[in-house]
């Protein structure tokens, strides 16, 4: 039972324009909504999150929104820069002090100059 | 800033061998976990710590897992009997306090079991 999807394994665009990854997932008890972005050889680094009582967040060039009636969760990267080209990480955890987080498959993001 | 640490980068072990894989974590955090990641596959959960003992473990971390924090600075994952499917990078992360707050995760430790 995967609780967690990440339709599309992989997203090229063009630099400057936006770069929208999507999350699906099952369990509407998940409270808090985080995007993980890596790079080759390193591990994930934290980039934005989102508790289950927003709908949106932003930070700089990049917006979290959450849809709980769909269960879905996308992030939102504009003016989208060559740099930001790494796998992108989806992850959901509950309220508690285990806190264990249920990763996306990942989307890989290419962003083209 | 400061960062969770993994050594070694690379381990490459016989089946049947036990292994130890080390972390260290982030002085102020409180909360440790281990993940793995098989080649092409997604990050998966093993074990969370927190308070000196496990506080959630997952249907991978079997009797051939154990974590300890040894001396207060290090977290460590042993596999006891290594099997050709324990061959994944195997990913540190700490926490510092309350289950909002991101996780830190290390670059992670690649085992490879021949």
């Known amino acids: 039972d995967q609780q967690v999807k990440q339709n599309s394994p992989s997203l090229s665009v063009q630099e400057g324009r936006i770069s929208i990854l999507n999350c699906d997932y099952t369990n509407s008890m998940f409270d808090y909504f985080l995007w993980y972005k890596k790079y080759p050889a390193e591990g994930p680094t934290f980039l934005i999150s989102i508790s289950s009582i927003k709908d949106k967040n932003e930070d700089g060039r990049f917006t979290v929104f959450l849809n709980k009636s769909a269960k879905h969760l996308s992030l939102h990267i504009v003016p989208s820069q060559p740099g930001d080209s790494a796998v992108y990480f989806c992850a959901l955890s509950y309220n508690t002090n285990a806190g264990k987080s249920t990763f996306g498959d990942g989307t890989t993001l290419t962003v083209k100059p | 800033e400061p960062e969770v640490t993994q050594t070694p980068s690379h381990q490459v072990t016989q089946m049947g061998q036990e292994v130890i894989l080390r972390c260290v974590p982030i002085s102020n955090h409180l909360y440790f976990y281990w993940y793995r990641q098989i080649l092409g596959q997604k990050v998966e959960f093993l074990v969370s710590?927190?308070?000196?003992?496990?506080?959630?473990k997952s249907e991978i971390f079997d009797d051939q897992f154990s974590v300890e924090r040894p001396d207060g600075s290090n977290f460590t994952l042993k596999i006891r009997s290594t099997k050709l499917e324990d061959s994944a990078m195997y990913f540190c992360a700490s926490r510092k306090g309350e289950s909002n707050q991101p996780q830190h995760f290390g670059d992670g430790t690649r085992l490879s079991i021949l």
């Open positions: 710590f927190y308070n000196n003992e496990i506080s959630e």
